[in-house]
């Protein structure tokens, strides 16, 4: 390649560098200008009202987003009461009261024997006294026979004391006492007989008062109405259960010792009126649920709402929503992100 053929080559990759240059220059105002005629601002439908957040939507995008609504009705709701129980055998009770009645008649045997050596003490006592027609040593030996009998009195009281103490504290005060007398009650007998089977429940611990009548069921078999009625608060409370222990007696046909039950109970004095709040209408946001209220035919506002209490379909709520509210079933998920995207949005405007 000669000079004159490299010079040419050399002007000419100048001239496409100057060439593109001035492409660049005179094409970045029209490019601008392209950007911003494309540039399409967006309608604001989220505004602060009250402190809170109001999504506006037409009728029109609404049917397009497919939003979809539901006037609440008023339900009422009545609390059910819970507890779990064990069928107790009564292997401790018997021991109890066969020990107490054994124990009784110990006391009688000592009694008699206690009355016997007193009169033998006091007629000795007094010959002793008239001319010393006894001796002394005989009248010791009586004497120690009377305060024998005496001491083993006080023992046997004091055994009966305690097998009363140990049947108010294992059985309590109704159950307890009543089962160590000879001739029980008939309620009392019949747990004796196996006519009726004893029932430890335990019920919540802010249920004031048990009720005097329980539904029972063994856990795991279907429900037969079981029908258990109170006998008295129980001392004991259950090594797995927390809550407050009451005993119960129920017919013996199908429940054997050792039985684990579950009770239900619809509780009257707790009956409530809210709404059924359906599952679809619920979004879940910084670990609460909530649901979007429509006001008026354009606004949505997000409300908290409460899932403590399942229902049928969804959960039941007595505050902040009302019989007559309408509430999105069926585009809520569409309605947060909306209003979050707005709130990303004022937060980079800052």
Known sequence: ????????????????????????????????????????????????????????LSPETQQQSDIHTQTLVQVKHLTTLEGLGTVMPLDGLLD???????????????????????NDYERLAQLNRHD???????????????????????????????????????????LGLAALERNAKPEIQALLDYQQVLIRIVLPAD???PSKVLNVTPVGSTPRGINARLIASAPQADPTLQGRTYFYAAPAGELRAGMRLSTREMDSAKLKTGVDIPQSAVVWFGGKAWVYRKQGSEDFVRVPISTEVES????????????????VISGAQLLLSEELKYQIKNENDD
């Open 1 to 56: 390649m000669n000079k004159k053929t490299a010079a040419v080559i050399i002007i000419q990759a100048c001239l496409i560098v100057v060439l593109l240059w001035l492409l660049v220059l005179f094409s970045k105002d029209e490019f601008e200008a392209f950007n911003e005629d494309e540039e399409i601002e967006s309608p604001v439908r989220v505004h602060t009202e009250n402190g809170a957040s109001l999504i506006t």
């Open 96 to 118: 109890l009261r066969s020990r107490y009645l054994s124990a009784v008649g110990d006391l009688a045997v000592i009694k008699a024997s206690l009355s016997n050596s007193q």
């Open 132 to 174: 010393r027609n006894i001796s002394d040593r005989m009248l010791w030996a009586a004497e120690a026979v009377y305060k024998g009998d005496q001491a083993k009195l006080q023992a046997a009281e004091t055994a009966l004391d305690n097998l009363r103490y140990t049947a108010r504290q294992q059985w309590g005060e109704t």
């Open 207 to 209: 249920q004031e008062s």
């Open 312 to 327: 049928e379909h969804g959960w039941f709520n007595h505050e902040r929503l009302e019989p007559g509210n309408t509430i």
